[in-house]
């Protein structure tokens, strides 16, 4: 009987197999990157999409009879006069430390004059409505959340509808008008307190003449300046109470997914402030 003996490995069919091995593997980690990238746009265009559906409705029900005036009041409380502290708070050292940074800039170039006039036009165009809508996002966003989040996953929002009430109608509209309204008046008291803290600064400290300084601020604001202002103020104020409705809405899970949907609110509400900033002075520099 003939003996067989093993047939001898080719190093070039080796080299073959183990090419032929790390392409398999690069077309298949190819093809798991291509699939992540797909499905992260994906759920982005369907967030977008369910964001966009919820935004219609809560507008389509802002504009529509019945309206609760009495939640409406309630949420203008409840955003406006007691969100007053942080805001004033934050537009007086604001406007303190703007007008200290700005006059050690100024000073270099022989230009300390110019410290009332970029003060007031910095707080009004910009710095006062970003940061009160910052600060409202923080204290009202996430509230706003939380309150709803927890009606949903207590199932309230289920019993509303069982009584014929509308959630959209009853929860969202009256938060959504209040933001809308609201935060232009805590901008325009914000403009005032950190445009008086910028004049403390510049007279007790910096040694200006109080009626000059009073005089260059008044003398190069323009209307449109705080026009502007209280325009973002109100687009702000839309986001914060739409993003808090939103995701309080959609909250699941029990008390974990009432923590989650307060945390992407208030990220969302800070995300979207400062893309619609952009935006918002684009065009209404044009």
């Known amino acids: 009987m003939r003996r067989r003996f093993p047939t001898r490995f ?51 029900h802002c504009v529509t009879p019945p309206f609760y005036l009495r939640l ?44 009332a006039t970029i003060v007031v036009i910095g707080l009004t165009r910009e710095l006062a409505p970003v940061l009160s809508g910052l600060m409202i996002a923080g204290r009202v966003g996430a509230a706003i959340a939380a309150e709803i989040g927890t009606m949903r996953v207590t199932e309230q929002i289920d019993a509303l509808v069982t009584l014929s009430t509308n959630p959209f109608k009853y929860l969202v509209a009256p938060r959504l008008i209040a933001g809308l309204v609201t935060l232009p008046f805590l ?45 973002k103020a109100g687009v702000f104020g839309f986001i ?9 809405f959609h909250s699941t899970g029990g008390a974990q997914g009432v923590g989650k949907a307060t945390t992407n609110a208030v990220v969302s509400s800070f995300v979207l402030i400062l893309i619609s900033d952009y935006f918002l002075t684009v065009l209404l520099i044009e």
Not at 33 to 53: E, H
Not at 240 to 248: D, I, K, Q, R
Request: charged share 15%.
């Open 240 to 248: 914060v109470s739409l993003m808090g409705c939103y995701h309080g």
């Open 72 to 115: 409406i009041g309630k949420q203008m409380m409840d955003i406006g006069y007691y969100s007053l502290p942080v805001v004033g708070m934050t537009a007086l050292f604001t406007g303190m430390v703007l007008a200290l940074q700005i006059y050690v800039g100024s000073s270099r170039f022989n230009a300390e004059s110019a410290v």
């Open 187 to 231: 901008v325009l008291i914000g403009d005032i307190i950190g445009v008086s803290g910028g004049f403390l600064v510049a007279t007790e400290k910096l040694g200006f003449n109080a009626s000059n300084y009073l005089n260059n601020t008044f003398e190069f604001l323009e209307i449109s300046d705080v026009v502007s202002g209280l325009i």
């Open 10 to 60: 080719s190093p070039r069919s080796g080299t073959a197999i183990i090419v032929s091995i790390w392409k398999a593997r690069a077309d298949i980690m190819e093809k798991n990157f291509l699939a992540t990238i797909g499905r992260v746009f994906l759920s982005f265009m369907a967030a977008v999409g369910r964001i966009t559906v919820f935004t219609a409705k809560g507008l389509r």
